[in-house]
């Protein structure tokens, strides 16, 4: 598993097992129990999914089709369809008004739309839903040569969720099928619904419990073999890095002698930069002080008199500031970007009043800020670079010298890329050589009492408060109670299970960033200890803390999870070939879409 890579099996346990898929990442404020088709719903009616083309008919051609079959299953066009709109709901859950930045105009067909060279979206969301479906039955064939089947706490949730479908129906005015065919056009019934709610259901199931015996059968070997197979993924370097370039203005069809010569001249003057500050950067310290008095020298005065010029000459000749007064707003924006780049407290832009050029100014120095500071010194700062094999036959010469084996913090070197019209000096140095992501993981688990539960009304103060006192109080209450009790992890979980109203009680392997900012400080205390309790209060509500304890780190986390996820292809593969799971690819044209 890749970092932010998601893997085909990675797919099938966020959009099969997670209940919550729509929702992203965890932060500690998911609703309890709530199913695939509750969220799709939800996220249906909040994005107005009714922009999406919809082709009324029948819908009896599409359910005479047969989609995916298996030995003991055969999934309907229908069914299919249903998967199909989930996929769309939840692109547009995820993105919302954005999607037109990915290119993807929800008042058209998807059909006439391009994904990529080869694709429509149609067929990206086709592809996606396909891969689901043959997944959810690999599952389902799976569960029933195990005698897996749905109880009655399942059958509860399955309910709950039609039940769901119709008070969305109720709210809109529609009968439960005028409902079903707005959002999922006339091919879906509600037993199609049905069915694949069921389906989805029985696969999360037996997916829980597949992932649990692959999770213990990870071995230390296996996770090493893996970072050892995708180094790029686990091991990076950091380092501090300037660009000094060089380019050739040619000003008619070929560059004359007086322009070569100043290219030249360039040449030499960027390559004689790097290597003052290749030698001048001792440390990271040292580095940075040689960028700081670099660009608050000429770079920084070259910059603000090109800022003015372009900020005034607008301005009448009677409105233009005089050159004393240019002067002086030079040496104050130079101080200002040195104490800002030192990080001095009190750093403040310079004023220039009410006058006719002080909004030039002003915007002048905007603008020498930003190309000083914000795109010079703060990139500066080069981490999370990917290892690439040194020995590799396509190496870099930067690569060759960045992860070399003998490569130590402190060491510097000049990349140098030399052409007939831009050439680049680029100073390197190290400060931490090649490494896995060694950052904390937690474990912990929480209740969550939600003041919205509790009469929360945003319109009205005076009962918000008094939802939140009321939250606020339960929580006080149930962990009182806990406290009294064996005070242990499966007494919280049990606890947790009859009152939170997030999905989950315990979250695993918790990265730093994870969850929200309150809930993430309690969890990362450097004094926290097994067996911690406590109550947060975020946006969400009121969380009662169990701290379960610290972690793998993450490398080695993302690094049994990847193992995880192979094993899981590979078990795909194997059970699809197994039940005979295939997809009828002539019945995917006929999803209105």
Known sequence: MGKGNRSRTNRAAEIIASQEHFQGKKSGNKTKKITVITSIIVAVVLIGMIALIVINSSGITVRAKTAVKSDNYRVSGSVLTY?????????????GSYSSYFGLDTSKSLKSQSYDENRTW????????????????????????????????????????????????????????????????DAVKLSDIKEATEMSVLASKYLKTLNEKFKSEVTDEAIDKYVEDNKSDFITADTLKYEFKAEKSIAGAEAT??????????????????????????????????????????????????????????????????????????TDTVAYLRDSMEEKEGAEAPKFGETAYASALDNAVTSVYSSVVTNGFRK????????????????????????????????????????????????????????????????????????????????????????????????????AGFNAGTKTLDAFKELGEKNTEDSNVVYEAVKEG?????????????????????????????????????????WKVNAKNGVINDNLKSWYEETEAEFHVVCNRDSLTYVPA
């Open 83 to 95: 998967y199909f709109y989930l996929q769309y709901s939840e692109f547009l859950s995820y993105y």
């Open 122 to 185: 149609y067929d990206y969301f086709m592809d996606n839903t396909v891969e689901q479906l043959t997944q959810i039955v690999s599952l389902c064939e799976a569960a029933k040569r195990d005698g897996v089947k749905l109880d009655d706490e399942d059958r509860k949730d399955i309910d709950a969720n039609i039940d769901t479908l119709k008070e969305y129906a109720s709210q809109n005015n529609m009968s439960l099928s005028t409902f079903i065919t707005a959002k999922f056009s």
């Open 257 to 330: 002698e007086e322009e070569n010569k100043a290219y030249d001249d360039a040449k030499t003057n960027m390559k004689k930069l790097a290597e003052e500050l290749k030698a001048a950067a001792t440390g990271a310290d040292a580095f940075k002080t040689w960028m700081i008095n670099y660009l608050c020298g000429d770079t920084a005065s070259k910059a603000f008199d090109d800022a003015v010029a372009e900020k005034t000459k607008d301005l009448a000749d009677t409105d233009k500031p005089s050159a004393e007064v240019l002067e002086k707003a030079k």
């Open 514 to 554: 994870d969850m929200v900012e309150e809930f993430n400080d309690w969890i990362f205390d450097e004094a926290r200890a097994e067996g911690d309790t406590g109550i947060v209060k975020t946006t969400y509500g009121y969380h009662i803390m169990y701290f379960i304890g610290k972690g793998d780190p993450v």
């Open 380 to 479: 500066i700062e080069n981490k999370g670079v990917a290892y690439s094999d040194p020995a590799a036959e396509n190496a870099t010469a930067l690569n060759k010298w960045l992860f070399d084996a003998e490569r130590k913090a402190g060491d510097s070197y000049i990349d140098e890329t030399e052409g007939d019209t831009s050439s680049t000096y680029v100073v390197y140095l190290v400060t931490e050589t090649a490494k896995k992501d060694e950052g904390k993981t937690v474990d912990v688990a929480h209740i969550l009492i939600s003041s919205k539960t509790a009469g929360y009304d945003e319109s009205d103060t005076e009962k918000s408060n008094s939802a939140s006192e009321a939250a606020k109080k339960k929580a006080e209450e149930l962990l």
